[in-house]
């Protein structure tokens, strides 16, 4: 399917680089995820594929709605974000969008961060 090279992206969170609260396995999968976006880019990309992660902020989803003190998370990330707010399913569908675009097609192996800049702040997450 992707014989004139393609692009795929997956979906990843801060939680593969540092220890968050209450997120449990997903931290260790997380980092796995990542791990393999890089080796699938250095695989597929002599066939023009690229492979990139999202790593998004915390955005209210369903499945969001699982994790132990979510809110918590939600609050703590607009506090420390340089853009003092979290961002929405949309901001992530756009950067997906990039990715996925001829306007990124030097961009393989990254994980992009789409967190309002939460990840640069150091984040400590209430217990």
């Known amino acids: 399917m992707l014989d004139r090279g393609g692009s795929l992206t997956t979906l990843s969170f801060f939680g593969a680089e540092r220890v968050v609260d209450h997120y449990n396995v997903m931290g260790p999968v997380k980092a796995a995820l990542e791990s393999s976006v890089r080796y699938l880019a250095h695989e597929l990309g002599g066939s023009n594929i690229r492979v990139n992660a999202i790593s ?15 809110d918590d998370l939600l609050n703590e990330s607009m506090r420390m974000a340089p853009l003092r707010r979290t961002v929405d399913a949309c901001e992530v569908g756009r950067a997906a969008l990039l990715l996925a675009s001829d306007y990124a097609s030097g961009i393989t192996g990254e994980v992009l961060h789409v967190d309002a800049g939460s990840h640069v702040s150091g984040m400590i997450f209430p217990e």
């Open 56 to 70: 998004a902020g915390a955005v209210q989803t369903r499945a969001a709605s699982g994790i132990k003190h979510f």
